[in-house]
Each structure stands twice: as C-alpha cells, then as structure tokens.
C-alpha cells in the first residue's frame, strides 16, 4: 500500500537495551541474584524506523552506533527489518545502551548511555541534507543533541519536508523549534510538560485545551497520545479529531508510541488524510502491546488492515 511513497526519514538514537529481571531492585550498595536477562534493540529513532518499515514504507535511518558489537547488531537487525541503513554512520566509540533492572511489580530503574548518539552533531544532520530532502515526512526525537535536532527543523524547513517531532523524553526546547513542526506527537505528560504556561487551561483534562495551548506554540498540528483512550489530532485552521482505541489484550506497551509514530508518518506519506492517517496509526499500536518488546512486537501492514476491517466507519 506504500509503493511509490516518498520515504519516511528517521533521524535519531539508536540503542540497545539490555534489560535484568529480578524479583525487586537492589537497594543502594547491595548485589542480588536476578532472574532473567535479555538483550532487545531500542532507541526511539530506530523503532520509529523499524515501525515504517515493517507496515511496507520505504524507510531510511539516520544516525550514528559505536564501533563495538552493539552498534554491529544494531545494524544487522534494522537492515532485517527492512530499514535502509546506508546513512548510518560508526563513530569510534561505544554505542548508545540502556541498562534497564525491572523488579515483579513492573517498578524499574534505567541508565541510558548515549554513546554514539551524542556524535550526531549539527554537521553530521547537514551532511545527510540530501536524503533528507526526499522525504515525504520527517521523524525526530529527542534522544540526540537538541542543537542536531533544531538544525534539522531548520532544513526541513528550508527545504519544505514536513518534520513530526515526537518530544521525548520531555525537556526544554528551543523557542524556534517547534514552529518548524508539521507535527508533535507527545504523550499525556509530556503534553502537559510542554503546554505549561503557554494557556490558563493548559493543565485541563480536556484534550482540545491542551492541543490549542501547544497550537499556541507555534507547531502547525498535534497529535496526543491518549494510551488506551486512542489519540486527539488537532491542526492549525480547526481541524480536530477523536481517534479511538481498539480493545485488545495488551501485555507489554513498550514502544507502542513509537509504532504509532511510524505508522501514522507512513500513511501520511503515502498521501492518506490525517484522520485515517490517525486511525492506522492507532491500529499498529494496539497490535503491538498485544506483543512483547519493541520492534519485535510491531505488526505489518496485512495485520493493521484486518483489524481495521473490523471498524465500519473506517473506509479501506
């Protein structure tokens, strides 16, 4: 259903997580014996891609892994997964890791290494000017230096390329950057982050007060990520939509944000309206927590389709 779409261009982290299983967390100072471990590919640049990917976009990583074992891996699996992996570069280094201990209750503790990500510099984002130019929508994050992410919103600009920033993790942003956004996709908190101060109804519980207040900001749309409760969209000019949940069993929701991203960027690419656009997106990320892990759990495009056959208001 992609075929013959400008390319989705993700530029990002790649990670690996590597993630321990124990029966509580250590206390400060102490060792115990865990449970499990198990290695998984992250990085919310990397599923984002892995994500367009997988649903049948033409989709094309940008950024940078160490020169270790990790970075080797990391490459492997996006290139299985169908991710266009030539504008990945290695820097001499160690690659971005997330170590991750998780105690039976779901309570967890992470330390993120950047690693490699931290060398997506400015000039590494101008040097890939060319494929960046080509996309039919742009995918970032926040996982990379923010001066590396305002300078792509500055050529996107330059070169009329949509860019949809998923602002996460949640921090200070640069006054200019989100006027450079097509899109910004946050989730509850990080709306509420980001909308602060901005509107006296910022802190309101309705979605359509929180999506006008970060409007205000400058960005041109908004899609709230609701989590079970679906998604809100709104654009500049008034344009707004409920995009319901799916009910399904969900039992690992790890990285169903970034599915939705991939999806909803793919089908906007491939020139669907916001709305169904939102729908779709909506579909791959019930799919998805239905599944354990990330990019593991992220669906192809048949199983999104199917489920959405199942909606009557939905036209195929």
Known sequence: MFAGSKPVVVVGSINTDLVAHADRLPLKGETITGNSFHTFQGGKGAN??????????????????????????????????????????????????????????????????????????????????????TAGMVLAQLEIPMESVLRLGQICHEEDVPLMLDPAPARELP???????????????????????????????????????????????????LGELGAYIEQTGGSAFQIPSFKV?????????????????????AGRDVEWSGRFGSAAAAISVTRMGAQASMPKADEVMALLSGQSDVKL
Not at 74 to 102: F, K, M, N
Not at 175 to 196: H, K, M
Not at 207 to 216: D, E, G, M, Q, W
Request: proline share 3%; charged share 15%; glycine share 10%.
């Open 249 to 269: 069993a969900a039992v690992d929701s790890t990285a169903a944000g970034d599915t939705f991203n991939g999806a909803f960027a793919a089908a906007l690419s």
């Open 48 to 133: 984002q891609a892995v994500a367009a990917a997988k649903l049948g976009a033409k989709a094309i990583m940008v950024g940078k892994v160490g020169s270790d074992s990790f970075g080797a891996e990391s490459i492997r699996q996006l290139t299985a997964s169908g991710v266009d992996c030539t504008h990945i570069a290695v820097e001499p280094c160690d690659s971005g890791i997330a170590v991750i201990t998780v105690g039976t209750g779901g309570q967890n503790t992470i330390v993120v290494i950047p690693g490699a990500n931290a060398a997506v510099t400015p000039a590494f984002i101008e040097a890939n000017r060319d494929v960046i130019k």
């Open 175 to 225: 006054g200019e950057l989100l006027s450079l956004c097509s899109w910004i996709t946050p989730n509850e908190t990080e709306a509420q982050f980001y909308a602060r101060g901005t509107a006296d109804d910022a802190h309101s519980k309705s979605s359509s007060a929180v999506a006008a207040a970060l409007l205000k900001t400058g960005t041109h749309g908004v899609v709230l990520k």
